[in-house]
């Protein structure tokens, strides 16, 4: 009894297959960065380039068959170092992954609230208000991704009680109205007079 084989595929079928892997290997990739999985799709990779090599040594290629694996081997080349240069960015903490969390720091800058107002009269008497500004501020600065372990109330009471009696004494007012807010990713703090 004479057992057969399964019948190797033929040239055009193995272009053919590898076609199809280099595309299905692409939307695996886009699947990748996009989130979606949780680890690069390096098996099919694998297979891809073990048909590449595979198709490299064969001798029998016309040259349509040629050309056809030629531009195949190209495109998944083109593909593979865009690939590498993305997970390298990604890796390094640039390119689109960076960016992506570039514009959700700026969609959260700018669904905060406008501004928050203080109106203070005495700053060394009315302490409830001062920290209420310096917990709104302190939010802010964290908010934007700024250091805040080196500022205490305690700093920052000082220079409000010093900066609200020279503002007073030099626009001639009674009370000094304070804004904290965020604009273009950035802590905005600004006074002026309360009329």
């Known amino acids: 009894m004479i ?11 193995q272009l053919v ?29 694998g297979r891809v380039e073990t048909l590449i090599k595979r198709l490299a040594d064969e001798r029998q290629l016309t040259y349509a068959q040629r050309y056809h694996y030629n531009s195949l081997v190209a495109r998944y080349t083109s593909f593979r170092d865009l690939w590498r240069r993305t997970i390298q960015d990604r890796e390094e903490g640039r390119g689109a992954a960076a960016h992506r969390t570039y514009a959700r720091k700026e969609k959260e800058a700018a669904s905060a609230p406008e501004r928050t107002t203080f109106v203070c009269a005495d700053a060394h008497t009315d302490v409830p208000t001062v920290k209420s500004l310096y917990d709104t501020l302190i939010e802010a600065k964290r908010q934007c991704g700024e250091q805040v372990d080196d500022f205490s109330f305690a700093q920052f009471h000082r220079m409000l009680a010093q900066k609200t009696e020279m503002l007073k004494e030099r626009l001639g007012c009674e009370r000094v109205r304070y804004s ?16």
Do not use: C, H, M, W
């Not at 590898?18 to 299905?24: A, N, Q, S, Y």
């Not at 904290?180 to 009329?195: C, H, T, Y």
């Open 3 to 13: 057992i057969e084989r399964d019948a190797l595929p033929s040239i055009d079928e």
């Open 180 to 195: 904290v807010g965020l604009e273009g990713g950035r802590v905005q703090f600004k006074a002026r007079a309360d009329k």
């Open 17 to 45: 297959r590898l076609e199809d892997d280099v595309r299905k290997l692409k939307v695996e990739f886009d699947i990748y960065f996009n989130g979606s999985s949780k680890r690069p799709p390096y098996d099919t990779k």
